[in-house]
């Protein structure tokens, strides 16, 4: 089985990137042989849909599942949609993570774990910036 690993570096003692939609690799690992490829992910300086951008890049491996330390709503609509497991909650080495993952240590992910713009420097994430001004009340 190959699962895709959200990574900051390219290789099995490089640190999992909590960080699903902007995380600098990717890393497709055979859980059976520890034989991995690092694939870097093209939507990490995306000004918008970095999780979209990335969660197309990761179903294009044919992989169905990911593990990573956090997860958008944007991203994770979009992983679902693709029938893709999430796991989050994941640190350590992407080795060491993987191991947990072949023992069982980690549960399917059934909702976004952050709000959007996580990982961005501190724009968006759900802060209510801006709300209220030129629009109308919700009632």
């Known amino acids: 089985m190959k699962v895709v690993v ?8 490089s640190q ?5 939609g902007r995380c600098p690799y990717f890393l497709i690992v055979d859980t059976d042989s520890m034989a991995y490829e690092a694939i870097p992910n093209s939507a990490l300086g995306a000004a918008h849909g970095a999780g979209i951008q990335a969660t197309q890049l990761v179903v294009s491996t044919g992989v ?4 990573t330390g956090q997860v958008g709503p944007n991203a994770f609509h979009a992983l679902s949609a693709s029938q893709m497991q ?3 909650g994941v640190s350590g080495t992407v080795g060491e993570a993987v191991e947990r993952f072949k023992k069982g240590e980690f549960e399917a992910t059934r909702r976004p774990t952050v709000g959007g713009h996580f990982g961005t420097g501190g724009r968006g994430g759900g802060s209510g910036a801006g709300q209220g001004r030129g ?3 919700p009632t």
């Open 64 to 67: 169905k599942t990911v593990l």
């Open 6 to 13: 959200s990574s900051t570096g390219t290789d099995l003692t």
């Open 135 to 137: 629009g109308r009340r």
């Open 86 to 88: 999430v796991l989050t």
């Open 16 to 20: 999992v990137d909590p960080r699903f």
